[in-house]
T-cell receptor, first 109, second 112 residues
Framework: DAKTTQPPSMDCAEGRAANLPCNHS???????VYWYRQIHSQGPQYIIH???NNETNEMASLIITEDRKSSTLILPHATLRDTAVYYC??????????FGEGTQLTVNP | SQTIHQWPATLVQPVGSPLSLECTVE??????LYWYRQAAGRGLQLLFY??????ISSEVPQNLSASRPQDRQFILSSKKLLLSDSGFYLC???????????FGPGTRLTVL
């Protein structure tokens, strides 16, 4: 599975959009981009996933570049409860899920 | 939508004692089930996965074992715990119509 690179930490003001980047330059054609987040001492929470088209759901939007080498998770109006570690993962469906270090997002009041 | 239950939520056990962690899934049938361990830090290690009753695949050699006695029940066990077994144990499941893995709330195990 392709490796991902994320900044270790980011800050965002409450009510503003949080844009979390992820690089996955070695992604292959059949690998999906998945995003999870983990609030301290809780199980990871699925956020969104995509293959090559941009995706949006009730939690977030996922923007994937045309060459698929990077993506951005957008939380449109961050709240204090969005403070968590965010994981960007690329993998083939059915293969093992591997979490990297992720990005610690801190939403400040 | 599916719901994944895990218990206990926290557990403190002495070295050499047995272990049994349970995971049950509601809201879907014939899920693929997974046991992960998350040690200090953030990495997630896949321990076992199961595609059906009685079918267990082990990813990492260790003193842990897993069983799936029912379609939506997955159990993680050990006969004798080691200090290195401490960690956050997560159960995950995929539904019958998607490969997206959903996680349970986890069990925090401390071996003393």
């Amino acid at each position: 599975d392709a490796k991902t690179t994320q900044p270790p930490s980011m800050d965002c003001a409450e009510g503003r959009a949080a844009n979390l980047p992820c690089n996955h330059s070695t992604i292959s054609g059949n690998e999906y981009v998945y995003w999870y987040r983990q609030i301290h001492s809780q199980g990871p929470q699925y956020i969104i996933h995509g293959l090559k088209n941009n995706e949006t759901n009730e939690m977030a939007s996922l923007i994937i570049t045309e060459d698929r080498k990077s993506s951005t998770l957008i939380l449109p109006h961050a709240t204090l409860r969005d403070t968590a570690v965010y994981y960007c993962i690329v993998f083939n469906r059915g293969s093992r899920l591997t979490f990297g270090e992720g990005t610690q997002l801190t939403v400040n009041p | 939508s599916q719901t994944i239950h895990q218990w206990p939520a926290t557990l403190v056990q002495p070295v050499g004692s047995p272990l049994s962690l349970e995971c049950t899934v509601e809201g879907t049938s014939n899920p693929n089930l997974y046991w992960y361990r998350q040690a200090a830090g953030r990495g997630l290690q896949l321990l076992f996965y199961s595609v059906g009753i009685g079918q267990i695949s082990s990813e990492v050699p260790q003193n842990l074992s897993a069983s799936r006695p029912q379609d939506r029940q997955f159990i993680l066990s050990s006969k004798k715990l080691l200090l290195s077994d401490s960690g956050f144990y997560l159960c995950a499941a995929t539904t019958s119509y998607t490969d997206t893995q959903y996680f349970g709330p986890g069990t925090r195990l401390t071996v003393l």
